[in-house]
């Protein structure tokens, strides 16, 4: 769908964007959860609209110009994670991840996401953990020495059920 999201609270506008199923939706924290080990929050990282309806309704302040990580920053001081998974390696400049570790204490990992085979080193950089679906891509960073672990993921099947309500439609 390409609706727009209409104007509404930052948990409304969260809810259309995982109805609308919006980039990898809420399946990473539907998985988690189901272990009963894990509480999880999604963030839409680079999505402006809902990012600013987020500092707006937390009364933050942030850069105008570096928006991206000046909210997730906020955002990381206000939920205070232990782990922190990264499926969004563009918005996430080197270094990043160590200054992260830096400020806030309580983050015990930070784990990225290569699913499409980047191999490169350098975008991971400061990660505690790379998982990925693809067996050579596991292979190639624990050989440029980060740790690595396959992570094969299925295809939800909801996104199934919500194909075959609309061509009922």
Known sequence: ????????????????????????????????ESMESFEATEI????????EQWAKEHNVLFEK???VLSILEKQIDAYKPEIIFFTDFGNIPRGFCAALKR?????????????????DPLLYEGYDLVLS?????VTFYQQCGLRSKLFVYGFPTIVL????VAKQL
């Open 103 to 119: 400020k806030f204490s309580y983050i015990k990992m930070i784990i990225g996401w290569d699913g499409v085979g980047h191999n």
């Open 161 to 164: 059920c919500a194909i075959n």
């Open 44 to 51: 839409f990282l680079n999505y402006k609209k809902i990012q």
């Open 1 to 32: 769908k390409n609706n727009i999201i209409s104007l509404s609270s930052y948990d409304g506008m969260l809810d259309q964007l995982i109805e609308q199923r919006f980039g990898w939706s809420d399946y990473w924290k539907q998985a988690l």
């Open 133 to 137: 679906s693809l067996p050579s891509v």
């Open 65 to 67: 110009k570096n928006w």
